[in-house]
């Protein structure tokens, strides 16, 4: 007899697509660019950084340096242009700064919304505040 749990349980066993190369510290977070080809990554190597990576090859595809410091929550803005890194909004296509929320406390996790006007931002003193980064 077949059960529609056993569909279930099939359905959750993954198949490897790539293995990224070797961080130099712990990886904190990733995040899929929307079109499914980058990944964004950041680690918890205090250097200061995160990475994009070709989903399919784990091919490395370029580092930006953050301009505040060591972060670790990262997310990518449904339409792929913007990447929050902990509290600094990047242009992706240009590498470029160009926001940083006012937040001093650490920050633990980001989620721009669907429309990508909006940012979540938890930290460490158990806050989440919604910011508006249109």
Do not use: M
Not at 50 to 73: D, I
Not at 89 to 112: C, G, K, M, N, Q
């Amino acid at each position: 007899a077949h059960s529609p749990a056993q569909d279930d349980t099939h359905a959750l066993q993954g198949r490897l697509i790539a293995i990224l190369p070797k961080h130099t510290g712990y990886v904190f977070d990733a995040a899929f660019a929307p079109d499914c080809q980058s990944v964004a990554t950041s680690e918890n190597n205090f250097g200061k950084q995160f990475r994009f990576w070709n989903a399919t090859t784990g091919a490395h595809l370029f580092t930006v340096q953050s301009q505040r410091g060591a972060a670790g929550a990262i997310d990518i803005t449904p339409d792929g242009l913007r990447v929050a890194y902990g509290v600094e909004i990047w242009d992706i296509a240009r590498r470029r700064l160009l926001h940083v929320l006012p937040i001093t406390a650490e920050v633990y996790t980001v989620s721009f919304t669907p429309d990508g006007r909006s940012l979540a931002v938890g930290d460490h003193t158990g806050r989440i505040g919604l910011w508006d980064v249109n």
